[in-house]
Protein backbone atom coordinates (compact mmCIF):
# COMPACT_ATOMS: atom_id res chain seq x y z
CA UNK A 1 0.00 0.00 0.00
CA UNK A 2 1.41 3.09 -1.43
CA UNK A 3 1.21 5.83 1.07
CA UNK A 4 -0.63 9.09 -0.12
CA UNK A 5 1.22 12.77 0.13
CA UNK A 6 4.37 11.53 -0.78
CA UNK A 7 5.20 11.99 -4.84
CA UNK A 8 7.87 9.62 -5.02
CA UNK A 9 7.03 5.86 -4.91
CA UNK A 10 9.35 4.50 -2.02
CA UNK A 11 8.14 4.07 0.77
CA UNK A 12 8.57 0.83 4.22
CA UNK A 13 5.41 -0.58 4.97
CA UNK A 14 5.15 -1.57 8.48
CA UNK A 15 2.78 -5.03 9.18
CA UNK A 16 1.63 -4.02 12.93
CA UNK A 17 0.00 -7.25 12.59
CA UNK A 18 3.08 -8.63 12.63
CA UNK A 19 4.46 -6.93 15.92
CA UNK A 20 1.21 -8.27 17.67
CA UNK A 21 1.65 -11.85 16.53
CA UNK A 22 5.37 -11.37 17.96
CA UNK A 23 3.93 -10.24 21.42
CA UNK A 24 1.27 -12.71 21.57
CA UNK A 25 3.43 -15.83 20.80
CA UNK A 26 6.02 -14.63 23.47
CA UNK A 27 3.37 -14.10 25.87
CA UNK A 28 2.41 -17.94 25.60
CA UNK A 29 6.19 -18.90 25.59
CA UNK A 30 6.74 -17.26 29.07
CA UNK A 31 4.69 -17.68 32.02
CA UNK A 32 1.60 -15.66 32.33
CA UNK A 33 2.97 -13.78 35.37
CA UNK A 34 6.02 -12.26 33.43
CA UNK A 35 5.03 -8.93 31.95
CA UNK A 36 6.37 -7.63 28.33
CA UNK A 37 7.99 -4.37 28.38
CA UNK A 38 8.27 -2.91 24.61
CA UNK A 39 11.04 -1.73 23.87
CA UNK A 40 10.63 1.19 21.19
CA UNK A 41 13.81 3.40 21.52
CA UNK A 42 14.76 4.68 18.43
CA UNK A 43 11.23 5.40 16.81
CA UNK A 44 11.10 1.88 17.36
CA UNK A 45 13.70 0.49 15.39
CA UNK A 46 12.86 2.39 12.69
CA UNK A 47 9.21 1.15 12.97
CA UNK A 48 7.54 4.26 13.96
CA UNK A 49 6.90 4.86 17.73
CA UNK A 50 3.65 5.78 18.28
CA UNK A 51 2.43 3.27 15.85
CA UNK A 52 4.33 0.37 17.28
CA UNK A 53 3.56 1.19 21.09
CA UNK A 54 -0.08 1.58 20.21
CA UNK A 55 -0.07 -1.96 18.71
CA UNK A 56 2.19 -2.85 21.96
CA UNK A 57 -0.29 -1.58 24.12
CA UNK A 58 -3.50 -2.99 22.25
CA UNK A 59 -1.15 -7.21 22.37
CA UNK A 60 -1.02 -6.58 26.20
CA UNK A 61 2.50 -5.12 26.91
CA UNK A 62 2.67 -3.18 30.67
CA UNK A 63 4.92 -0.99 29.89
CA UNK A 64 7.50 0.93 27.32
CA UNK A 65 10.77 1.46 27.16
CA UNK A 66 12.86 4.19 25.29
CA UNK A 67 16.23 5.11 25.32
CA UNK A 68 15.93 8.72 26.16
CA UNK A 69 13.98 11.22 28.09
CA UNK A 70 13.11 13.29 24.89
CA UNK A 71 11.73 9.65 23.59
CA UNK A 72 9.53 9.44 26.44
CA UNK A 73 8.08 12.91 26.12
CA UNK A 74 7.23 12.55 22.25
CA UNK A 75 4.88 9.59 23.16
CA UNK A 76 3.47 11.44 26.32
CA UNK A 77 2.52 14.10 24.14
CA UNK A 78 0.86 12.15 21.32
CA UNK A 79 -1.57 10.96 24.44
CA UNK A 80 -0.01 7.20 25.23
CA UNK A 81 -0.62 7.22 29.06
CA UNK A 82 0.93 3.54 29.84
CA UNK A 83 4.30 3.55 31.95
CA UNK A 84 6.60 4.53 30.39
CA UNK A 85 10.86 3.88 31.21
CA UNK A 86 13.41 5.80 30.19
CA UNK A 87 16.20 2.89 30.20
CA UNK A 88 19.00 5.29 29.10
CA UNK A 89 20.54 8.00 31.55
CA UNK A 90 18.46 11.38 32.49
CA UNK A 91 20.27 14.38 33.75
CA UNK A 92 18.77 15.43 37.21
CA UNK A 93 17.35 18.46 35.42
CA UNK A 94 14.74 15.85 34.13
CA UNK A 95 13.26 14.54 37.43
CA UNK A 96 10.55 17.34 37.55
CA UNK A 97 9.15 16.93 34.12
CA UNK A 98 9.80 12.98 34.21
CA UNK A 99 7.38 13.16 37.89
CA UNK A 100 5.06 15.93 36.59
CA UNK A 101 4.68 13.29 33.37
CA UNK A 102 4.67 10.03 35.34
CA UNK A 103 8.25 8.76 33.08
CA UNK A 104 9.99 6.16 35.14
CA UNK A 105 13.60 6.93 35.09
CA UNK A 106 16.80 4.91 35.52
CA UNK A 107 18.96 5.52 38.62
CA UNK A 108 22.45 4.15 39.27
CA UNK A 109 24.23 6.97 41.17
CA UNK A 110 23.22 8.52 44.84
CA UNK A 111 24.67 11.89 43.67
CA UNK A 112 21.80 12.22 41.21
CA UNK A 113 19.24 12.89 43.82
CA UNK A 114 21.70 15.52 45.63
CA UNK A 115 20.52 18.80 43.72
CA UNK A 116 16.74 17.32 42.97
CA UNK A 117 14.36 19.81 45.40
CA UNK A 118 11.28 18.07 46.44
CA UNK A 119 9.25 16.73 43.34
CA UNK A 120 5.57 18.16 42.76
CA UNK A 121 4.86 14.34 42.50
CA UNK A 122 6.54 11.18 43.73
CA UNK A 123 9.21 9.85 40.72
CA UNK A 124 9.37 6.05 39.55
CA UNK A 125 12.88 4.76 39.60
CA UNK A 126 14.17 1.42 38.10
CA UNK A 127 17.68 0.96 39.87
CA UNK A 128 20.17 -0.14 37.21
CA UNK A 129 22.74 -2.81 38.29
CA UNK A 130 25.76 -3.29 35.76
CA UNK A 131 26.71 -7.33 36.08
CA UNK A 132 29.10 -7.45 33.32
CA UNK A 133 27.68 -5.35 30.34
CA UNK A 134 30.16 -2.52 31.55
CA UNK A 135 28.04 0.69 30.03
CA UNK A 136 25.32 1.75 33.40
CA UNK A 137 24.91 0.46 36.03
CA UNK A 138 25.70 0.17 39.51
CA UNK A 139 29.04 -1.95 40.26
CA UNK A 140 29.22 -3.17 44.44
CA UNK A 141 26.82 -3.91 46.65
CA UNK A 142 27.73 -0.81 49.23
CA UNK A 143 27.04 1.06 45.78
CA UNK A 144 23.96 -0.06 46.15
CA UNK A 145 23.76 0.05 49.87
CA UNK A 146 24.09 3.65 49.63
CA UNK A 147 21.84 4.66 46.72
CA UNK A 148 18.60 2.78 47.97
CA UNK A 149 19.36 4.74 51.79
CA UNK A 150 19.20 8.01 49.92
CA UNK A 151 16.28 7.01 47.84
CA UNK A 152 14.85 5.72 51.56
CA UNK A 153 15.71 9.75 52.45
CA UNK A 154 13.29 10.90 50.18
CA UNK A 155 9.51 10.79 50.53
CA UNK A 156 8.99 11.14 47.07
CA UNK A 157 10.78 8.55 45.39
CA UNK A 158 9.68 5.12 44.77
CA UNK A 159 12.07 2.32 43.77
CA UNK A 160 9.31 0.69 41.20
CA UNK A 161 11.73 -1.67 39.58
CA UNK A 162 15.73 -3.07 39.34
CA UNK A 163 17.26 -4.60 36.04
CA UNK A 164 20.07 -5.16 34.53
CA UNK A 165 20.97 -6.48 30.77
CA UNK A 166 22.90 -9.10 29.41
CA UNK A 167 25.78 -8.91 27.27
CA UNK A 168 26.10 -12.26 25.52
CA UNK A 169 22.86 -13.73 25.69
CA UNK A 170 22.10 -14.42 22.43
CA UNK A 171 25.31 -16.09 22.16
CA UNK A 172 26.02 -19.95 22.36
CA UNK A 173 28.58 -19.83 25.25
CA UNK A 174 26.29 -19.04 28.17
CA UNK A 175 29.26 -18.45 30.83
CA UNK A 176 29.39 -14.83 30.74
CA UNK A 177 25.32 -14.80 30.74
CA UNK A 178 25.49 -17.09 33.78
CA UNK A 179 27.44 -14.97 35.62
CA UNK A 180 25.71 -11.98 35.35
CA UNK A 181 22.88 -13.80 36.39
CA UNK A 182 24.24 -15.17 39.40
CA UNK A 183 25.59 -11.74 40.43
CA UNK A 184 22.11 -9.57 39.92
CA UNK A 185 20.51 -12.32 42.19
CA UNK A 186 22.97 -11.07 44.71
CA UNK A 187 22.46 -7.60 44.48
CA UNK A 188 18.51 -8.35 45.06
CA UNK A 189 19.44 -9.75 48.27
CA UNK A 190 20.51 -5.71 49.21
CA UNK A 191 17.10 -4.68 49.05
CA UNK A 192 14.99 -3.92 52.17
CA UNK A 193 11.58 -4.28 50.11
CA UNK A 194 11.37 -6.29 46.89
CA UNK A 195 10.65 -3.62 44.12
CA UNK A 196 7.62 -3.62 42.11
CA UNK A 197 9.39 -5.05 38.87
CA UNK A 198 12.58 -7.02 38.45
CA UNK A 199 13.48 -7.64 35.28
CA UNK A 200 16.94 -8.36 33.20
CA UNK A 201 15.60 -10.16 30.24
CA UNK A 202 16.36 -8.80 26.25
CA UNK A 203 14.70 -10.53 23.38
CA UNK A 204 17.30 -13.43 23.29
CA UNK A 205 17.19 -14.06 26.63
CA UNK A 206 13.69 -14.16 26.70
CA UNK A 207 13.17 -16.56 23.94
CA UNK A 208 15.72 -18.95 24.91
CA UNK A 209 16.71 -18.45 28.44
CA UNK A 210 13.78 -19.32 30.78
CA UNK A 211 15.91 -18.70 34.22
CA UNK A 212 16.47 -15.31 33.75
CA UNK A 213 12.64 -14.07 33.28
CA UNK A 214 11.98 -12.48 36.61
CA UNK A 215 8.54 -10.13 36.73
CA UNK A 216 9.04 -8.80 33.23
CA UNK A 217 11.84 -8.66 29.95
CA UNK A 218 12.46 -5.79 27.99
CA UNK A 219 11.29 -7.37 24.29
CA UNK A 220 12.86 -5.32 21.64
CA UNK A 221 14.59 -6.38 18.34
CA UNK A 222 12.40 -9.76 18.08
CA UNK A 223 8.97 -7.93 18.60
CA UNK A 224 9.84 -6.58 14.89
CA UNK A 225 10.44 -10.28 13.85
CA UNK A 226 14.14 -10.05 13.88
CA UNK A 227 16.71 -12.25 15.02
CA UNK A 228 19.25 -10.90 17.70
CA UNK A 229 22.17 -13.45 16.14
CA UNK A 230 22.09 -16.54 14.07
CA UNK A 231 22.57 -18.43 17.48
CA UNK A 232 18.79 -17.98 18.41
CA UNK A 233 17.65 -18.56 15.16
CA UNK A 234 18.85 -22.51 16.39
CA UNK A 235 16.97 -22.06 19.54
CA UNK A 236 13.84 -20.09 18.71
CA UNK A 237 10.67 -21.48 20.06
CA UNK A 238 8.12 -19.72 17.65
CA UNK A 239 8.45 -18.46 14.27
CA UNK A 240 9.17 -14.60 14.51
CA UNK A 241 7.24 -12.47 11.86
CA UNK A 242 9.22 -9.71 9.98
CA UNK A 243 6.93 -6.55 10.54
CA UNK A 244 8.95 -4.46 7.73
CA UNK A 245 9.33 -4.44 4.33
CA UNK A 246 11.02 -1.96 1.89
CA UNK A 247 9.45 -1.12 -1.78
CA UNK A 248 10.01 1.21 -4.68
CA UNK A 249 9.15 1.08 -8.30
CA UNK A 250 10.91 1.54 -11.45
CA UNK A 251 11.03 4.89 -12.97
CA UNK A 252 13.62 4.40 -15.85
CA UNK A 253 14.47 1.17 -17.66
CA UNK A 254 16.72 1.22 -20.59
CA UNK A 255 19.20 -1.25 -23.14
CA UNK A 256 23.01 -0.60 -22.18
CA UNK A 257 25.57 -1.99 -25.14
CA UNK A 258 28.11 -4.58 -24.14
CA UNK A 259 30.88 -2.33 -22.62
CA UNK A 260 29.07 0.61 -21.93
CA UNK A 261 29.26 1.26 -17.97
CA UNK A 262 26.93 2.36 -15.32
CA UNK A 263 26.97 4.79 -12.22
CA UNK A 264 29.84 6.76 -10.20
CA UNK A 265 33.33 5.61 -11.20
CA UNK A 266 32.28 3.68 -13.92
CA UNK A 267 32.93 0.65 -12.15
CA UNK A 268 30.24 -1.54 -14.01
CA UNK A 269 30.49 -2.10 -17.37
CA UNK A 270 27.80 -4.52 -19.13
CA UNK A 271 29.27 -7.96 -20.61
CA UNK A 272 26.25 -7.69 -23.08
CA UNK A 273 23.77 -6.10 -24.15
CA UNK A 274 22.03 -5.50 -20.82
CA UNK A 275 18.93 -4.34 -19.85
CA UNK A 276 19.01 -1.82 -16.68
CA UNK A 277 16.11 0.28 -14.83
CA UNK A 278 17.06 2.88 -12.52
CA UNK A 279 15.48 2.59 -8.64
CA UNK A 280 14.80 6.20 -6.66
CA UNK A 281 15.99 5.09 -4.01
CA UNK A 282 19.91 5.56 -2.24
CA UNK A 283 22.66 5.92 0.66
CA UNK A 284 20.39 8.90 1.82
CA UNK A 285 17.40 6.96 2.20
CA UNK A 286 19.19 3.91 4.13
CA UNK A 287 20.04 2.25 1.32
CA UNK A 288 24.00 2.13 2.29
CA UNK A 289 26.15 1.80 -0.42
CA UNK A 290 27.88 -1.70 1.06
CA UNK A 291 24.79 -2.97 -0.58
CA UNK A 292 26.03 -2.80 -4.35
CA UNK A 293 25.62 -6.37 -5.77
CA UNK A 294 22.41 -6.95 -3.48
CA UNK A 295 19.54 -8.55 -4.61
CA UNK A 296 16.24 -6.82 -5.38
CA UNK A 297 12.63 -8.97 -5.83
CA UNK A 298 11.05 -7.80 -9.25
CA UNK A 299 8.19 -9.82 -10.89
CA UNK A 300 8.80 -12.40 -7.82
CA UNK A 301 12.70 -12.75 -9.08
CA UNK A 302 16.14 -11.61 -7.72
CA UNK A 303 17.95 -9.12 -9.39
CA UNK A 304 21.07 -7.78 -8.80
CA UNK A 305 22.00 -4.16 -7.82
CA UNK A 306 24.90 -2.77 -10.41
CA UNK A 307 27.33 -0.42 -10.06
CA UNK A 308 27.64 2.31 -7.18
CA UNK A 309 24.76 2.85 -5.33
CA UNK A 310 23.83 6.89 -5.68
CA UNK A 311 22.81 9.22 -2.78
CA UNK A 312 19.64 9.08 -4.11
CA UNK A 313 19.21 6.05 -6.36
CA UNK A 314 20.47 2.80 -7.88
CA UNK A 315 20.77 0.95 -10.95
CA UNK A 316 19.27 -3.06 -11.24
CA UNK A 317 20.06 -5.46 -14.34
CA UNK A 318 16.95 -7.06 -15.74
CA UNK A 319 16.82 -10.47 -17.57
CA UNK A 320 14.36 -8.74 -20.10
CA UNK A 321 12.53 -5.16 -20.22
CA UNK A 322 10.09 -4.52 -17.48
CA UNK A 323 7.47 -1.85 -17.52
CA UNK A 324 8.14 1.70 -15.81
CA UNK A 325 6.34 1.48 -12.50
CA UNK A 326 6.98 -2.11 -11.92
CA UNK A 327 6.88 -2.42 -8.14
CA UNK A 328 10.23 -3.76 -6.74
CA UNK A 329 10.92 -5.05 -3.15
CA UNK A 330 14.04 -4.28 -1.52
CA UNK A 331 12.79 -5.86 1.98
CA UNK A 332 10.11 -8.15 2.03
CA UNK A 333 8.41 -11.00 -0.01
CA UNK A 334 7.09 -11.02 -3.47
CA UNK A 335 5.84 -14.54 -4.43
CA UNK A 336 7.94 -17.40 -3.04
CA UNK A 337 10.98 -14.86 -3.35
CA UNK A 338 11.80 -13.39 0.08
CA UNK A 339 14.47 -11.38 1.10
CA UNK A 340 14.99 -10.79 4.65
CA UNK A 341 16.82 -7.57 7.42
CA UNK A 342 19.18 -10.13 8.25
CA UNK A 343 20.63 -10.36 4.35
CA UNK A 344 21.17 -7.24 4.53
CA UNK A 345 22.54 -7.39 7.37
CA UNK A 346 24.75 -9.87 6.58
CA UNK A 347 25.58 -7.99 3.20
CA UNK A 348 26.73 -4.81 4.78
CA UNK A 349 28.62 -7.30 7.74
CA UNK A 350 26.77 -5.64 10.44
CA UNK A 351 23.55 -7.23 12.98
CA UNK A 352 19.68 -6.80 11.80
CA UNK A 353 19.35 -4.43 14.69
CA UNK A 354 21.44 -1.73 11.95
CA UNK A 355 19.10 -1.87 9.17
CA UNK A 356 15.83 -0.26 9.84
CA UNK A 357 17.39 1.90 12.59
CA UNK A 358 19.45 3.59 9.57
CA UNK A 359 16.04 4.03 7.49
CA UNK A 360 15.68 7.74 7.33
CA UNK A 361 13.07 10.05 7.29
CA UNK A 362 12.81 10.62 3.92
CA UNK A 363 11.19 7.19 3.52
CA UNK A 364 7.50 7.53 4.36
CA UNK A 365 6.53 4.31 6.66
CA UNK A 366 3.07 2.81 5.60
CA UNK A 367 1.33 1.01 8.08
CA UNK A 368 -1.11 -2.50 7.94
CA UNK A 369 -3.23 -3.41 10.43
C1 LIG B 1 17.79 -1.92 23.60
C2 LIG B 1 17.67 -2.56 24.93
C3 LIG B 1 16.89 -3.69 25.10
C4 LIG B 1 16.26 -4.44 23.96
O1 LIG B 1 17.17 -5.38 23.46
P1 LIG B 1 16.78 -6.37 22.25
O2 LIG B 1 17.99 -7.18 22.03
O3 LIG B 1 16.48 -5.46 21.10
O4 LIG B 1 15.59 -7.13 22.68
C5 LIG B 1 16.72 -4.18 26.39
N1 LIG B 1 17.32 -3.58 27.44
C6 LIG B 1 18.10 -2.49 27.30
C7 LIG B 1 18.74 -1.88 28.51
C8 LIG B 1 18.30 -1.94 26.05
O5 LIG B 1 19.09 -0.87 25.91
Request: charged letters at 20%; a neutral charge.
Amino acid sequence: MQPTNFYRPTFAQIDLNAIKMNILNLKKHISHSVEVIAVVKANAYGHGDLEVSKTALEAGVSMLAVATPDEAIRLRKNGIESPILVLGASSPSFANVASEHDITVTVFQKDWFLHIPPLPKKLKVHIKIDTGMGRLGITTESELDMLIQTIQQRQDVIIDGVFTHFATADEEDINHFSNQLTKFKLFLQHFPKRPRCIHAANSAASLIHMDSLFDAVRFGISMYGLLPSEHVKKELPFPLVQAMSLHTEVVHVKKVCAGSSVSYGAIYTASENEWIATLPIGYADGMLRGLSGQEVLIQGKRMPIVGKICMDQCMVRLPEQVNIGERVTLIGRQGTEQVTIEEWAQKLQTISYEIPCVLTSRVPRTYTP
